[in-house]
Nanobody, 121 residues
């Protein structure tokens, strides 16, 4: 499975961006992680076909939404009300195992290259 993330860019605080993660084949769960300069990679959210589960980090809850277009094997991360602290390289990751979704990086076997999001103040 290969994952291709896209859609990053420069946006002003309060603005919106939509990231896409296109997979070459089905994944049960797709998650987004981000890594800001000098910080550890952190969980942003996931969308799972298992029970339609979604979950978000507290820092993005209510502002970010993950959706899926199954026919296109593509998952979207809609980011609204962006803040400078949301600036990071965003990665999507896929789990092809039929199991409960996880917030942990080690649960994801496949990773896309990152896409840079920069939010100016």
């Amino acid at each position: 499975v290969q994952l291709q993330a896209s859609g990053g860019g420069l946006v002003q605080a309060g603005g919106s961006l939509r990231l896409s993660c296109a997979a070459t084949s089905n994944t049960w769960t797709v998650a987004w992680f981000r890594r800001a300069p000098g910080k550890e990679r952190e969980f942003v959210g996931y969308n799972s076909r298992i029970g339609g589960a979604t979950a978000y980090a507290d820092s993005v809850k209510g502002r970010f939404t993950i959706s899926r277009d199954t026919a296109k094997n593509t998952v979207y991360l809609q980011m609204n009300s962006l803040k400078p602290e949301d600036s990071a390289v965003y990665h999507c990751a896929g789990d092809t195992n039929h199991r409960l979704p996880s917030r942990l990086r080690r649960a994801y076997e496949y990773w896309g290259q990152g896409t840079l999001v920069t939010v100016s103040s």
